[in-house]
């Protein structure tokens, strides 16, 4: 009889808000060759000589804005979890995180001393993209087929725009949607638009076409512009909202290339001049608040958006450890089919 469990992927944090710790993250985070997909010798030209000379006081400086007592943000949310996903589904579940720890190959580990020999894999991230979903994949593959050959797996696919998931979302917004409102946001993480046309197999797609995330093509697979566009009108939908409500932006954008826009920070900056007084933010390419939502966007935004003439402002929580969350990863679990290797 197989022994199934789940193993529950994330970003991760660094170990402390001290420099060198910070350092030591950013350095396995930015030296990710589909975080920063430039040639190695200029990855680490760029990373050595100039990001992890500044950077880490600034990011350090920030972590110390978020960090809690029993640590990081991110860390704490997925235990606490990762401990309702247990009581839920009766399995056991393992932490891993893409860069930092517990890491990729320490959660392999930890799987194998459990006796775990079927496996499923949940990557908490809803949308696909090169720096996120499939980082995390690729990384914990690589580890279980060095560690853990003979293991069966079975990976959650991206589920943007799964309509339990819809639902989920729904849900965990609707106390904030209740009260009255001038619009919603919805700011996702930026990538690269550079990233958006490597991941157009056919090339002649993303940002070619008109309007390219509304018209259908295979390339929407891995494309992340059109699954974060897809979640919002799904998502309006879902909560009875009319489109001219609410608003995509992407936010964390990072070094002199063209990022995907709208760019969150400029139209935080911008919405109070067009009469949105009442503002509400949703992260949802988060699974976990971390850094990027507390302190850049609950923190930093609001600052933003009061500044330029916004009168209140409130970001919705991510889903975190709520327990629709929960049970919508429990569902999953009852759906998982027999594992393939």
Partial sequence: MAKK?????????PKSTSVPDV???LREFLGDERVIDYPAAFRFALLEGIVLRTRPKKSAAAYETVW????????VTTEKLRVKLEKATGLPVVTGMRYGEPSCADAVKKVLELGIDDLFVMPQYPHYAMSSYETVVVKIQEELRRLAPQLKYHVLQPYFNDPAYIKTLVESARPWLEKPFDKLLFSYHGVPERHLRKGDPSKAHCTKVPN????ASPCHATCYKHQCVETTRLFTEAAGLRPDQVEVAFQSRFGPEKWVPPYTDERLE???????????VM???FTADCLETIEEISEEGKEEFLHAGGESFEQIPCLNDQDIYVKYLSDRVVAWKPSHH
């Fill in 5 to 13: 469990g789940i193993l529950l992927l994330n970003l991760g944090s």
């Fill in 270 to 280: 911008a919405l109070p001049k067009e009469g949105v007084k009442k503002l509400l």
């Fill in 212 to 215: 390219c995330c509304a018209v």
């Fill in 23 to 25: 350092r030591n993250y």
């Fill in 68 to 75: 809690t007592p029993e640590g990081a943000p991110l860390l």
């Fill in 283 to 285: 992260c949802p390419a």
